[in-house]
């Protein structure tokens, strides 16, 4: 054990893992190697056997040590501090102060008259200093050696295929950092080209790649991504999936048919993927059909939208649901206005749509009263915009004053962006989690949001080991 400690003691050394701590890990060792000898002789020839727990421990807390260390070396990236990080710190500090005002309120009038304990925390740099003065020539050479390489090593690298090159650029200059190298084409004959242009070895990589029309290509890209990453010895492999292609067939509605979204979900974890990152799933069970060890982190595009519709005056505002599976997502929307703006009097209604095939709405149920309302239809996508264009025709019937529309993904299949263009709706809000087109551009009634800051924002906490949840707070 003591000469596996010496030996771990030299690799961290030489290896850049945690080369401050190598004097630490030395005098742990030595330390360890008295206690067994002294035990040793204490407990006598047959007893010896005994001082092998002292060596142990100590062997062990100084390769925890070590390991806690490295963890802590990590290059740290800059907080990007986008609006969500900023609203989320807000809540934290005014939760703070209630709690410290309710307890202020709560205490004893009488000030306690004994003196309170002085306590000081020493942060592992000035742990490494203060072990400096025991090192040799030799490692302190090897400790400056070893810091210099991983100041300039850096532990997040951001790559991105052609699925939309747009949002990862905009994401890479929100965190400060390169867009990494890499060549993602084609060969002659339609095999998907894939090669890295920079070390990703022991890194935390993020790939950015929307499985988005066209989607076999994307997900291939994806995938051989994922795999090139693997066998360069990545870290860890993070997928951004803005947004995630096959979520519509999720469950078996017929038989003979294929549940494809966790058929993608199982090609990606046989890939080797740590972590994937998704706005605005079709459905919460997507997140299910990943494995536990490989978490799922489904982002609440709206929060993106309801900052939008927060700075427009509407009179009688009611969150539209245009089906009974997206009802969840309306109430999170409606409570996330009346959370941030004070809207106490938004309404919530429902369509409810019964389809004749796939693509095709046969009929059409309000359930709710829109009238002398603007309302809001919130979905997770829009592919034809036909059942979109469908519902703001029953609302107009039903009395809406006005009727907006809110999606995360904006598709736009065929007739979509036309009949989006010739509906009656007043505005038709989007993410760019998928590319824009000159056509979308030259729609006047698309406005297309950028969701870049919340994925930015999300991969710093990530990364930094930060809460994701309180984003969204």
């Given at each position: 054990m003591i000469v596996a400690s010496s030996a771990i003691a030299r690799r961290l050394v030489i290896g850049g893992?945690?080369?401050?701590?190598?004097?630490?890990?030395?005098?742990?060792a030595t330390k360890a190697a008295v206690s067994s000898s002294a035990s040793s002789s204490f407990w006598g020839q047959n007893n010896g056997a005994r001082a092998v727990p002292f060596a142990?421990?100590?062997?062990?807390?100084?390769?925890?040590?070590?390991?806690?260390?490295?963890?802590?070396c990590e290059r740290s990236i800059k907080d990007p501090m986008t609006v969500y990080a900023v609203q989320a710190e807000a809540a934290a500090e005014q939760r703070n102060q209630q709690s410290s005002m309710s307890s202020s309120s709560a205490a004893p009038s009488s000030e306690s008259t004994e003196p309170q304990p002085t306590v000081t925390a020493t942060?592992?740099?000035m742990a490494a200093a203060a072990t400096t003065h025991d090192m040799t020539a030799e490692e302190e050479r090897l400790e400056k050696a070893a810091r210099k390489s991983k100041k300039h090593a850096g532990g997040l690298k951001l790559f991105s295929g052609n699925g939309n090159m747009s949002l990862a650029l905009e994401i890479a200059k929100i965190l400060g950092i390169n867009l990494g190298r890499a060549t993602v084409g084609q060969f002659a004959d339609g095999e998907v080209n894939v090669m890295i242009h920079e070390n990703v070895r022991g890194k935390d990589v993020y790939v950015i790649q929307p499985t988005c029309p066209p989607v076999n290509n994307n997900l291939m890209e994806l995938l051989l991504m994922v795999s090139t990453l693997n066998r360069a010895s990545a870290r860890r492999i993070t997928v951004v999936i803005p947004y995630y292609g096959y979520a519509r067939q999720d469950r078996k509605m017929q038989a003979r048919v294929p549940i494809s979204a966790a058929d993608v979900a199982r090609l990606l974890e046989s890939m080797g993927i740590d972590r994937v990152i998704a706005v605005d799933l079709h459905c919460g069970q997507i997140q299910g059909?990943?494995?536990p060890r490989v978490p799922v982190d489904n982002l609440d595009g709206g929060i993106v939208g309801i900052d939008h519709f927060g700075?427009?005056?509407?009179?009688n505002p009611v969150i539209v649901s245009p089906d009974a599976g997206g009802v969840y997502r309306a109430k999170k929307f409606k409570e996330g206005l009346a959370h941030k703006f004070d809207w106490n009097d938004v309404g919530l209604a429902m369509i409810i749509k019964q389809r004749a095939r796939a693509?095709?709405?046969?009929?059409?149920?309000l359930v709710g009263d829109v009238?002398?309302?603007d309302c809001i239809i919130v979905d997770d996508m829009i592919d034809t915009a036909g059942t979109l264009c469908k519902a703001a025709d029953v609302l107009v019937a039903k009395g809406a004053r006005r009727v907006f529309a809110f999606a995360s993904h904006g598709l736009l299949s065929g007739p979509g962006n036309d009949r989006i263009a010739n509906s009656k709706l007043e505005e038709c809000v989007i993410l760019n989690t998928i590319p824009s087109s000159p056509q979308r551009t030259a729609n006047e009634k698309l406005t297309e949001l950028s969701v870049a800051p919340l994925l930015a924002q999300t991969i710093f906490n990530i990364h930094a080991k930060k809460s994701i949840s309180a984003l969204f707070k």
């Open positions: 893992k945690a080369p401050a701590l190598a004097a630490t890990v030395r005098t742990a142990a421990a100590a062997a062990l807390a100084a390769t925890g040590a070590a390991a806690t260390y490295a963890a802590s942060s592992p740099a059909f990943f494995g700075g427009k005056d509407l009179h693509g095709t709405v046969d009929q059409m149920d009238k002398d309302c």
